[in-house]
């Protein structure tokens, strides 16, 4: 089994920023694709980023694309979601996700195999 465990969520001002950790353990293989997906209340869960574990690509949603930035953290070895410029919209409950490469589409949550339980990000006016 594969474990993810989301940090970082909390409370911040429109305008504001908060950078969310994803830490993998378990059977954890370094060729998995990582994926940060989001869901606010009464909408479905959507895809905001993603990247392989090892590195090479990177993929934004063009909603979020030049304020949210997804890397990895070799000393921290976790997948981090760095939120910039926060806004209203971007409330909701943020997940972590990891795939088998070469099988489904990166933005789809249905092509993920292993989710973490969440954090809550939530913007203020």
């Known amino acids: 089994q594969v474990q993810l465990v989301e940090s970082g969520g909390g409370l911040v001002q429109a305008g504001g920023s908060l950078r969310l950790s994803c830490t993998a353990s378990g059977r954890f293989f370094s060729s998995y694709v990582m994926g940060w997906f989001r869901q606010a209340p009464g909408k479905e869960r959507e895809f905001v980023a993603s990247m392989p574990w090892s590195g090479g690509w990177t993929y934004i949603t063009d909603s979020v694309k030049g304020r949210f930035t997804i890397s990895r953290d070799n000393a921290k070895t976790t997948v981090d979601l760095q939120m910039n410029s926060l806004k209203l919209e971007d409330t909701a409950v943020y997940y972590c996700?990891?795939?088998?490469?070469?099988?489904?589409?990166?933005?789809?949550?249905?092509?993920?195999?292993?989710w973490g339980q969440g954090t809550q990000v939530t913007v203020s006016s």
């Open positions: 996700a990891a795939r088998t490469p070469g099988t489904g589409r990166t933005y789809l949550a249905t092509s993920y195999d292993y």
